[in-house]
């Protein structure tokens, strides 16, 4: 297998394509991200907010399409796509079409002058059309990259041969007509799909009279309404009368478990949806009433079962659980909802607006495309993958993530992008690289000790701030300031002329620190600084101001306050930049090995995806053997056999070169730090033994709780569902008559004590049940559930269960099934169990031979220990808490240290697999590099000063600072420190400080500001 | 005495009783000698008259011949007891297993201490008595004689008097706190005394000395206490007031500490103030002189020294959680600025929005180093109340 090129070609730059790009760019892997829009971001960025945590879905992203922009190893194809991949896995050949933009990137500097000016007014399709965009525009204000392209469509010069008005203002010659489409041939290791889904239609839906009825929108549509930035500025409103509305229907299921429309599936994410917009809608207006119709609510995911609590709870969302059967609009533009309940009775109800909980579904041109690159599909057009190859498309080398093989929300797909990367490494060379700390080579001037001298560059960025900053005042007046040896007005800071004049003019003037008033430093610092850096500054010796967003922008209609404020905040950058100092990121070793803590599923898939990408493990199982709850698992939707899988899995790992296994092992102490982690352990033999690592993965998995409800433990006929499908698999079923079963879904879950849904019960028992009907085709069987959360494919055996004749009885945490044992002093007693029928209105009692119990997963109440010793957060629930739920879900804010399968809460073999190479393919980012840079910008401690009170080590997120117990001072430690600067705000002995954020520095700031405070004044 | 005080009494004891005679200051003496003897303590931290006779200052020793030199109750409080333990046991818990007598607002500051790693309680007996208050040093020194029968009459009838310190006439928590030991006297006729278990460790200590039981006394003594206790919570009130009114609005700050003279007396003698170096005496928190020149040269004119209030709100922002009101801060100010009163008024605020109160038992977490998933619930709450209370006719 050749592996001598290294590279990647991920396809989709949606939140699945973001992540597996960066995490390979990480490991020093090239990447071409293959995109058919002209940004990347995918679906995220039309989110307002994100469930569970109503984080907002563009401020957590953003970083990421910055990073992904900014990697030196990361090519974009923008408005591109893939056609064709032609040779062997480790050799792939890739057509890729690059569509003609018509706008030169390189002299774009998206002033928008062009967008203003053009005449042609087409539907936003980022808005969902609910606003009007022009035929030369950026997709989105944040989009990335930031240039304008060219809608062939319906550019006038392109279609008709007139106007050419954006060609006239474009100030920088940037447009160009004759740009034409390039096929162009790329060579990769292999291929990560990650083209995402498309929101159903609900145009289908004549009885919804979606299109027909101004008020009836589809979710994506509210969820754009209800975006700050969206075209209502967040205010929703009804289209008929501009009226906010003050109750909103939210129908279910548009879309979803649907056999009528071949959508036999659960998609999976909406019912969360649904659950947070109508959370967000009454954030933005407390009288507002929300009402969700719906079948189940599927709220399995992590914390997602709090959330719909506290949607009932704290925000008054009421859940009706009926179907709705039409929807007719009124004269007043409201809509009158019919709905059926399940014992049949129908209603009626008038809202104000009725939102379409739409459901997710493959892309348009899947098909196409599986033809084109030669993927399998599944039934239902999604891309095929298998339980045990959840990552792997029909194809070898060709891997895939996000929601084109199935619906998913957004850490799922972030965690099947890092295990498709760990995949993908098997096509890779395992060298592990150096990474550079940039500044091109240029030998760094020494400026300790000098008098400061500072240029400062006041942008213009065409009219954007020029338009209303009077910035050559503005240049005028930093010309004058103290230090300053040199000011000018740049047209465009950031263009590459510009980025050259800055560059001389640091030599001309032998400046020692550059001030740039511009836009944001979030977005262009580090360009500015890889610039003073080519000139021989240290990259530290760089400040910017931010005159456009808070002064062009925010004052745009009064330009004399923006030009004074701009004056202020370039006089306040300037007394920053007097007090820069060069910082160094010093480097940090990064050990090889990892250790992985549990030998089940999980535990074992990691260690074999880092062991095959050429490192050792350290695998540590506490049992004394391999394959933790795995062991109890017999049988699959798909009909595969999981204890072949297992045996094949253990035998892999037993015999790998590079695994070496702990079993009836126990964990003593873990110290240090990323890279340098040292673990004390305790082997069979009973010997202390000492492992130095880079990384840890925990995988230490999860329990079945014990319940003592509903009779079990005192008759042999109650069994849990593990006990059950052990017993399918030896049919060692109880003597006698199996004529009727019972199961009861939730028991220990999503009730006080457990406020979470163990999110794989009511498919394993779907999945048990069925096996049942196999074996004994005669045996009637009943369910006792709350809701059904077959999610995903599951929801097809769902149906086939039903279709088979098996009973669901819906019960309510007040109203629980009871369980008699026939005959007490009999330990193989029946069970008489009693379940409220809610359609009859009346008990049923049913005589049951066997009552399987779907018990909870529990944390191991030992997480605590490990968690303690790793310094890592557990949740509420006893599970391990991940560094952030929606986009980092397998890390830790501490790192170097990564979670996965049941250690971070339930879930099934294939979701614990693709977690367990995410964690490894998180872990292989450091664990590939030979040392990472430590941040320059991180806290320091002067010991004279320090008390060793330790409010600095109870706020830091990261475990980067600690109080030494003998010498009673505080101490950093550098390599996890990540700057974020809360120690330093809490230290009120002035203690800590921030490396070029110092306080003299911020003093220096605020004083040049302010001055002195009104105390000052002599009268 | 509020029901968790009761609990905490049940759990570390019965109490005892001392019988009139000597009077609590000879029975507590008396008292601490045998505890020394009984080997359950290494040493004693008492205060001692200095040679001059206008000040007293804290003597660790053993020998118990030494005791009757001690002053167990004494008029002033020159240097505050936290400190004292702070010194002793800021690296480390000690070699000496060590009883102190303290006031009880030293013995919180103590306890605050504790919370902040600067002193640790466990080799440490604390113990605390009745406090009528202290009398300001100032008068003090200027006359020992008086001012020592002026604290006698103090003790006697259980309350501060007029050379006594504002801090205390406004004091709720002059009893009763979490130490070890308690000596309670007011109320108690005859000179007689309670002594009072608090921690399993001062009831292991007490159960070896053979003590009469005096739960008979508890009653007389309780009452008297909750009677002065709501004396001095209506002073509290009314200075609170006064205070309120004072420092309102930037203009009230500046009113209050336009004669401060920047000495930081205040700070140096304050218990909680913990810093090696405080923040506002570093080079960091000076004016650059070339700032001052401009801003006098913008507003026509500048005082100096400048950033007093930023000094004294910026202890108030790092103190006011932990401020135990002992009042130590206003008897070190040579410009009599009543600093203690400010920072009681404000501290009584920050601790109540965190349900907080400072001095409690070391177990309790400080708020800002305890993250909650809700907190400072009803502060908007209560800085609309603090706003309508400091500007009634807006």
Redesign the interface.
Known sequence: MKKSRNSVLVLGAGIAGIQASLDLAEMGVGVHLVEGTPTIGGRMPQLDKTFPTNDCSMCILSPKMSECVRHPLITLHIKSSLEKIEGAPGDFRCTVIERAKYVDPVKCVSCGLCEEKCPVKIDDVFDEGLRKTKAISRYFLQSIPSEYTINAGHCLYLTKGVCRLCEKVCPTGAINYGDMDREIELNVNAVILATGIDPYDPIGFGHFGYRRYSNVVTSLEFERMLSASGPLSGHVARASDGRAPENIAFIQCVGSRDISIDRNYCSSACCMFAIKQSIIAREHNRDLSATIFYMDIRAFGKDFDRYYEKAQEQYGVEFVRSKVAEVRELRNGNLELKYTFENGDIQHREFDMVVLSIGLQPRAGSRELSGKLDIGLNRFGFCRSDTFRPLNTTRDGVFVCGAMNGPKDNPESVVSASGAVAGAMEYLDAARYEPSAGGGGVPEKHVTGERPRIGVFVCHCGINIAGVVDVKDVAAYAAGLPNVEHAENVVYACSTDCLETIKSRVAEHDLNRVVVAACTPRTHEPLFRQTISEAGLNPYLFEMANIRDQCSWAHMDEPEQATSKSKDLVEMAVAKARGLTPLERLPIEIDPEALVIGGGLSGMSAALSIADAGHDVYLVERAEDLGGNMRDIFFNFDGSDPQEFLSGLIDRVLGHNRIKVWRKASIEDITGYVGNFRTKLTGESGELEELSHGAVVVATGGQEHETEEYQYGRSSRVVTQKEFERMLHDGSFPAGRLREVVMIQCVGSREEGRMYCSRICCSKAVKNALQLRKRKPRANIYFAVRDVRTYGFAEEHYSELRDSGALFFRYTPDSKPTAELIDPEDPHSRVRVTVLDPVLEKEVVIDADLLVLATAIDALPENLKLARMLKVPLNSDGMFLEAHVKLRPVDFATEGIFVCGLAHGPKDMSESLVQARAAAGRALTFLRKKSILAEGTIAEVRRERCSGCGYCQAVCAYSAIEVDPEEQVAVVNDALCKGCGACVASCRCGALDLRGFSNIQLYSVFNSLVRETAEGVVN | MISGEEERMDAAGIPYMIRPGKGPEGSVLDLLGQLIGSGGADALLLPFRVPSGDSFAWIMFSDVSLLKDAVPFPATMPVQGGRALRSLT??EKGKLRIIALMRPCEIRAGMELSK???VNTENLILASYDCPGAVKLEDYVADPVSCDSAHSEMRSRGEPSGNARSACSTCVDFSMVDADIHFGYFGIKDGGMLVLPGSPAGRALLEGLNLEEGRGLLPQWEAEISRLAERRAATREETFRETAERISG?DGM?ATF?NCIGCHNCQSACPIC??????FD????R??P???I??AE??????IP?????FHTGRL??MSLSCVSCGQCSDACPVSIPVADVFSFVAERTQRAFDYKSGRSDGEALP???FLKNELDGVHEMVKDAESEASPNE
């Open positions: 800021r690296k902040l790693g600067q930037f500046l336009s913990y810093c090696r170096l405080c923040y570093s080079e960091v928190s004016t650059d070339e700032a001052l401009t801003a913008k507003r026509g004119g500048i005082s400048p950033d007093r209030i930023m922002a790092h800002l180093r305890r």
